[in-house]
């Protein structure tokens, strides 16, 4: 019962900017980190950025400097802000989100279903 709604992906220029979003909705009773992925066709799935519970945050070195993650906690949303944007940044995006479900022994990992970013030269 726990989802993930991206948006905020599209095609943009080299030097242009876009922000995602990811929406955590369902029977939530907490949310621990929460995270960006891409994966660019015949690569491997990398981490972007991630930011913990109480706000810290990490980097791929790749875009240190050009992107910031931010999260609400009232809306369970998570934010990716691209600024200088790189045609080697296009990819789908995928959020992952750490979440324990309300009546839940546990936590799980919840993965959004992708948003396609494609920067032109």
């Known amino acids: 019962q726990v989802q993930l709604v991206e948006s905020g992906g599209g095609l943009v220029q080299a030097g242009g900017s876009l922000r995602l979003s990811c929406a955590a909705s369902?029977?939530?009773?907490?949310?621990?980190?929460m995270g960006w992925y891409r994966q660019a066709p015949g690569k491997q799935r990398e981490l972007v950025a991630g930011i913990g519970s109480g706000g810290s945050t990490n980097y791929a070195d790749s875009v240190k400097g050009r992107f910031t993650i931010s999260r609400d906690n009232a809306k369970n949303t998570v934010y990716l802000q691209m600024n200088s944007l790189k045609p080697e940044d296009t990819a789908v995006y995928y959020c992952?989100?750490?979440?324990?479900?309300?009546?839940?022994?546990?936590?799980?990992?919840?993965w959004g279903q992708g948003t396609q970013v494609t920067v032109s030269s």
């Open positions: 369902g029977s939530i009773f907490s949310i621990n980190a």
């Open positions: 992952q989100v750490s979440a324990q479900r309300m009546g839940a022994l546990y936590g799980n990992v919840y």
